[in-house]
């Protein structure tokens, strides 16, 4: 039977199937049976839902089948499989709930900024060409293309931007090398580096820490872990622990020398290994830097919609001068 891949719901309902998913996994409900109130219940997402249950139906795991259907993520299927291979479901539903409800309220924060800045951006395209159509230096046609014409272009721009990474890591692009290229321009770039190399190593310590705590080996539990690290040039760093700990080494020796992982990290692991309490002092420690991590998007989301607010009145500023520094009020 051929595979049908729907398109990923949005981040709002992901939220809201995460804390129905955790609540009905802490009742007891089976797979099964969470997932078919949740199609009754979720009219916007029942036929991705009817498409799970068909792939669970098929022996499929829950993380393949909600990754199949367009309820799981990426980022969700490798944290789902983690929580299905440690008997600890529910608690990675909370987190992702948790996780995409802070991210759908950084979200409608941003939105809510952005109304005014766009509606100066609108007037300020559809009014600086205006006088040179009254005083009928350009036609009409002229008008609409430096005005509709430019919206267009830049809406253009902003979808390509904002689906780049998906065209290049998981498109037929990536077999060209670009998924590859991207991966190195993620770790290499200064901001994007430290952004990217933090968040996906902290759910790797997660993962890891979350399977221990529930009693699988090392063995089995750090290849687990490592495949949930999306960034693929980051991922081959961890090509060789498996074989260092099947040698006999310690996970503290193991890693450190990965070039991703901090003195920080090495310190904690370290400490958790000589107390004996290695999984608990993983997830404390990724507990807190959680924290940390959505302190910064939620700061971030705090300045996105300055930084465009102020681009927009300088532009609009040097556009009645006659300049145009960032080229968005001229064709």
């Avoid at 310190?267 to 000589?274: D, S």
Wanted: charged letters at 15%; a positive charge.
């Amino acid at each position: 039977m051929k595979s049908i891949h729907l398109p990923v719901i949005s981040v709002k309902s992901r939220a809201n199937i995460y804390w129905q998913l955790c609540q009905l996994e802490q009742t007891g409900f089976s797979a099964q049976q969470a997932f078919g109130l949740l199609q009754q219940t979720d009219k916007k997402t029942a036929k991705n839902i009817q498409q799970l249950q068909k792939y669970l139906q098929q022996g499929k795991s829950i993380a393949e089948s909600g990754f199949k259907a367009g309820i799981f993520g990426l980022f969700d299927k490798g944290l789902v499989l983690v929580g299905e291979e440690s008997g600890q479901l529910g608690t990675i539903y909370q987190q992702l709930a948790e996780y995409y409800a802070n991210k759908t309220k950084r979200m409608k924060y941003i939105k809510s900024k952005l109304y005014l800045p766009l509606v100066l951006l609108i007037l300020a395209i559809f009014i600086q060409p205006l006088p040179s159509l009254i005083a009928t230096e350009i036609t009409g046609l002229v008008y609409l293309a430096r005005t509709i014409g430019l919206l267009f272009k830049i809406t253009l721009g902003l979808y390509i931007i904002y689906t780049l990474s998906k065209w290049l890591t998981y498109s037929r692009l990536q077999y060209f090398g670009f998924g590859q290229l991207f991966s190195t321009l993620q770790i290499k770039l200064p901001i994007m580096a430290k952004w990217v190399i933090s968040r996906q190593i902290n759910d790797f310590i997660y993962s890891l820490g979350l399977m221990l705590s529930a009693g699988l080996p090392m063995l089995y539990a750090l290849p687990k872990a490592v495949a949930t690290i999306k960034n693929r040039v980051l991922r081959s760093q961890f090509s060789l622990t498996a074989s260092s700990i099947e040698q006999g080494n310690s996970l503290t020796e193991t890693l450190s020398h990965i070039p991703a992982i901090n003195n920080e990290i090495i310190y904690q692991l370290r400490i958790g290994e000589n107390s004996g309490s290695l999984a608990q002092t993983m997830l404390h420690f990724t507990k807190i830097e959680a924290e940390k991590i959505n302190m910064q998007e939620n700061l971030l989301a705090e300045w996105i919609p300055r930084v465009i607010y102020l681009a927009i009145i300088i532009t609009m500023a040097f556009s009645i001068i006659g300049s145009h520094p960032f080229g968005l009020i001229s064709v």
